[in-house]
């Protein structure tokens, strides 16, 4: 069964850090990853895609893929409260289906 | 991205009634998809609503107690039967478009009473 598992957290950062989220996936052929944003009674919004190895940068957002590694992670710079979230990392299947992982919990304290 | 419309947004029902959700696209998508989200977990798929013809279900999930619909490539329904407290939920839609990633309508909050 393919899976994508995240650490559940919380994980807690000071204003003003680097936010660092990681998620591992099982399925070698899969060749399209995404970070969704959640806040707390809201739908998931996807925030990064990334589709080749190495860094994808948007504003404070760099996604990181390593293939080899089957990792893929999401770094938030300069981390504001607004950032406070659970952060989804998904994996297209090879088909039109994605995998989520369970998210990782985000506090950044003021 | 697509316009996504779900509703309702929230709904209060009684055991053993039967709730319609509706999903509306301001434009033509390719995939449209049903997931559940219950309370502290991650999104569950429910099942692919197939334009035309019968819905294709994940494993846990079948016809009778979620029934949807998928009448042409913008819109689709997705109906809770009979329902108990264990289908307290959120249901949200999402939709792919080409090869572009999916995003998901702003959800629906069901309480089963």
């Known amino acids: 069964q393919k899976e994508v598992e995240q650490n559940s957290g919380p994980l807690s950062v000071p204003e003003g850090a680097i936010a660092s989220l990681n998620c591992t996936y099982s399925?070698?052929?899969?060749?399209?990853f995404f970070w969704y944003r959640q806040y707390s009674g809201k739908s998931p919004e996807l925030i990064m895609f990334?589709?080749?190895?190495g860094d994808k940068e948007d504003g404070r957002f760099t996604a990181q893929l390593n293939k080899a590694s089957q990792y893929v992670s999401l770094l938030i710079r300069d981390s504001q409260p607004s950032d406070s979230a659970t952060y989804l990392c998904?994996?297209?299947?090879?088909?039109?289906?994605?995998?989520f992982g369970a998210g990782t919990r985000l506090f950044v304290k003021a | 991205s697509a316009v996504i419309s779900q509703k309702p947004s929230r709904d209060i029902c009684q055991r053993g009634t039967s709730l319609t959700i509706q999903c509306q696209v301001d434009?033509?998508?390719?995939?449209m998809f049903w997931y559940r989200q219950q309370p502290g977990q991650s999104l569950t798929l429910i099942a692919t609503?197939?334009?035309?013809?019968?819905?294709?279900?994940e494993s846990g999930f079948v016809i009778d107690k979620f029934p949807i619909s998928r009448p042409n490539l913008t819109f689709s329904t997705l109906t809770v039967s009979n329902m108990s407290p264990e289908d307290s939920s959120i249901y949200l839609c999402?939709?792919?478009?080409?090869?572009?990633?999916?995003?998901f309508g702003d959800g629906t909050r069901l309480s089963i009473l």
């Open positions: 990334i589709y080749s190895n």
């Open positions: 609503a197939n334009q035309g013809s019968e819905a294709t279900y």
């Open positions: 399925d070698r052929g899969s060749q399209s």
């Open positions: 999402s939709v792919v478009t080409g090869s572009q990633p999916q995003h």
């Open positions: 434009s033509q998508v390719t995939m």
């Open positions: 998904a994996v297209n299947d090879g088909g039109f289906k994605t995998i």
